[in-house]
């Protein structure tokens, strides 16, 4: 891999960066109906002009809180070599978790953990960035033996240890340019939530599966738990539109390996629900024996995003029912996948980019899924998120686990303008590969957006305070 003087770490920035999605309802569920989807944004840069983007997402006034812990982590680097960082990113990864003042507060989770996630993605962007390369590709083109020096093992060896992890790699070398090349092609599966939100109306619901059925996509998911007589009515009129074979595009063919075992109604179509946490064990499982009519494939977050021993339970009693269990979104860290796996509680692992701690940990939690078996679908509801696991799931595809087959990365239509290198959806429903070589880590945002959108000085938040339209205001879906 070239070498170039990318210089040292001088001086960073962060930005409190809030949109108004409380307005449209968007990102609205059982337990968060008020959700303004915010960035915590962080951007480094040396002294010789590179730039690494970082962030976290928040759904708004903790943002910042998260903003003050990103000042404290990312003060830690100034000063230090880029290309030192760069050259062994699992060293890094281990000295920013490892300040023991920071790590009293929550060792690797909470907002410290938050914070560090969009340090660590910033120099995993400043890092793609300088070697010219989206971020999925920079790690494709790594050995499998920089892959494993590149990834967090510590409190996970009990469930793959490192050897484990280089065979696993070595197994998958061969195919991998072949599923680099089909990727590239076809595009990644993906899913929609922007159908499901629990503030929309009974006719946008409908207006919206509608639209996304004509987009390609054959995976849907709805947000439940507030009420189970409206979850089933809501649920239905999804089934009513995308189960008749009369609202299917012309020419539209489901290949049947996408949909194996995932209760896919006559089109070939998947609902899925997500509950947001908002029950307990037993009522998780009452709760969804009512919703079994409508066949769902998963229920995703049914209670404490780190009760491992109440989702094994919740599992277990859900499976004569034909439903799965999918978590992860909230899961803090890598230690918390591993026990999911090890009791067998999850169906779907649900990793989020900016959870856990950054690329680092998620490659180790990769890893685990593979080897138990269980296929990883990553959350990317929000701000960011999309433009994010894009790469992590062309990472798992292509290095990993090397199947795409029941795999589908979430997709919601929000908020994608404000980025330089915005994800797409093609005609099939599939994500769209980035090849940009400026591409980085997808997430560096316009200037002019965090501007705007910054709270409370941003030309935004001072018209709304005043009462006051703003041009810039993003548009309902």
Same mark, same amino acid.
């Given at each position: 891999?070239?070498?170039?003087n990318?210089?040292?770490?001088s001086?960073?920035?962060?930005?409190?960066v809030?949109?108004?999605?409380?307005?449209?309802?968007?990102?609205?569920? !059982?337990?968060n109906?008020?959700c303004?989807?915010s960035?915590?944004?962080?951007?480094f840069? $040396?002294d010789? *002009?590179?730039? +690494? #983007?970082?962030?976290?997402f928040?759904?708004?006034?903790?943002?910042?809180?998260?903003?003050y812990?990103?000042?404290?982590?990312?003060?830690r680097?100034v000063?230090?070599?880029?290309?030192?960082?760069f050259?062994?990113?699992?060293?890094?990864?281990?000295?920013?978790v490892?300040?023991?003042?920071h790590?009293?507060?929550?060792?690797?989770?909470?907002?410290?953990?938050?914070?560090?996630?969009?340090v660590?993605n910033?120099?995993?962007d400043?890092y793609?960035?300088a070697?010219?390369?989206?971020?999925?590709?920079?790690?494709v083109d790594f050995?499998p033996?920089?892959?494993?020096?590149?990834?967090?093992?510590?409190?996970?060896?009990?469930?793959?240890t490192k050897?484990?992890?280089?065979?696993?790699?070595?197994?998958q070398?061969?195919?991998? !340019?072949?599923?680099?090349?089909e990727?590239?092609?076809?595009?990644?599966p993906a899913?929609? $939530?922007?159908? *499901?939100?629990l +503030? #929309?109306?009974?006719?946008?619901?409908e207006?919206?599966?509608k639209?996304?059925?004509?987009?390609?996509?054959?995976h849907?998911?709805?947000k439940v738990?507030?009420?189970?007589?409206?979850?089933?009515?809501?649920?239905?009129?999804i089934?009513?539109?995308?189960?008749?074979?009369?609202?299917?595009?012309?020419?539209?063919?489901v290949?049947?390996?996408?949909?194996?075992?995932?209760?896919?109604?006559?089109?070939?179509?998947?609902?899925?629900?997500?509950?947001?946490?908002?029950?307990d064990?037993?009522?998780?499982?009452?709760?969804m024996k009512?919703?079994e009519?409508?066949?769902?494939?998963?229920?995703?977050?049914?209670?404490?995003?780190d009760?491992?021993?109440?989702?094994?339970?919740?599992?277990?009693?859900?499976?004569?029912?034909?439903?799965?269990?999918a978590?992860?979104?909230?899961?803090?860290?890598?230690m918390?996948?591993?026990?999911?796996?090890?009791?067998?509680?999850?169906?779907?692992?649900q990793?989020?980019?900016?959870?856990?701690?950054?690329?680092?940990?998620?490659?180790?939690?990769?890893?685990?899924?593979?080897?138990f078996g269980?296929?990883?679908c990553?959350h990317?509801?929000?701000?960011?998120?999309?433009?994010?696991?894009?790469h992590l799931?062309l990472i798992?595809?292509i290095?990993?686990?090397?199947?795409?087959?029941?795999?589908?990365?979430?997709?919601?239509?929000?908020l994608?303008e404000?980025?330089?290198?915005?994800?797409?959806?093609n005609?099939?429903?599939r994500?769209n590969?980035?090849l940009?070589?400026?591409?980085?880590?997808s997430?560096?945002?316009?200037?002019?957006s965090m501007m705007?959108?910054?709270?409370?000085?941003?030309?935004y938040?001072?018209?709304?305070?005043k009462?006051?339209p703003?041009?810039?205001?993003?548009?309902?879906?």
């Amino acid at each position: 891999m070239a070498q170039q003087n990318s210089g040292k770490i001088s001086k960073f920035e962060v930005h409190d960066v809030r949109f108004p999605t409380n307005v449209t309802g968007d990102g609205t569920d !059982a337990m968060n109906k008020e959700c303004d989807y915010s960035s915590a944004m962080v951007v480094f840069e $040396t002294d010789t *002009g590179l730039k +690494g #983007y970082g962030m976290t997402f928040t759904i708004g006034r903790g943002n910042d809180i998260v903003c003050y812990a990103i000042k404290e982590v990312a003060n830690r680097i100034v000063g230090m070599d880029a290309e030192e960082i760069f050259a062994d990113m699992g060293k890094f990864f281990d000295f920013l978790v490892a300040d023991p003042q920071h790590r009293w507060l929550g060792p690797e989770k909470g907002v410290i953990h938050l914070a560090t996630a969009a340090v660590s993605n910033a120099l995993w962007d400043m890092y793609a960035k300088a070697r010219g390369k989206p971020l999925w590709k920079l790690i494709v083109d790594f050995t499998p033996e920089e892959f494993v020096k590149s990834t967090c093992f510590r409190y996970i060896t009990d469930a793959i240890t490192k050897d484990e992890a280089l065979a696993l790699l070595k197994k998958q070398e061969a195919g991998k !340019a072949a599923r680099e090349k089909e990727v590239i092609e076809r595009g990644y599966p993906a899913y929609t $939530t922007s159908v *499901g939100w629990l +503030g #929309y109306d009974d006719a946008k619901v409908e207006r919206l599966t509608k639209e996304a059925l004509a987009q390609g996509f054959n995976h849907f998911k709805l947000k439940v738990g507030a009420d189970v007589e409206d979850d089933l009515r809501r649920a239905k009129l999804i089934r009513s539109i995308i189960d008749n074979p009369a609202n299917m595009p012309a020419g539209r063919t489901v290949d049947p390996k996408t949909i194996e075992g995932k209760n896919a109604g006559p089109t070939g179509c998947v609902l899925m629900v997500d509950a947001n946490q908002v029950w307990d064990v037993p009522q998780a499982i009452e709760y969804m024996k009512q919703l079994e009519p409508i066949k769902p494939w998963f229920i995703e977050e049914p209670t404490a995003p780190d009760d491992a021993v109440g989702h094994a339970a919740i599992r277990k009693a859900l499976k004569p029912y034909g439903i799965g269990v999918a978590t992860g979104e909230h899961a803090h860290n890598r230690m918390t996948f591993k026990q999911l796996l090890q009791l067998d509680a999850i169906d779907v692992c649900q990793i989020d980019s900016c959870r856990v701690g950054g690329v680092q940990e998620i490659l180790a939690i990769l890893l685990m899924s593979a080897k138990f078996g269980v296929p990883v679908c990553p959350h990317a509801g929000g701000v960011g998120l999309c433009e994010y696991v894009i790469h992590l799931s062309l990472i798992d595809y292509i290095c990993v686990s090397g199947t795409m087959d029941r795999n589908v990365l979430e997709f919601v239509d929000h908020l994608h303008e404000h980025f330089l290198f915005p994800v797409s959806i093609n005609k099939d429903g599939r994500y769209n590969v980035p090849l940009d070589p400026k591409t980085g880590y997808s997430i560096e945002m316009f200037d002019q957006s965090m501007m705007d959108y910054a709270f409370p000085e941003g030309a935004y938040w001072v018209a709304a305070a005043k009462g006051e339209p703003f041009a810039g205001a993003p548009q309902a879906h």
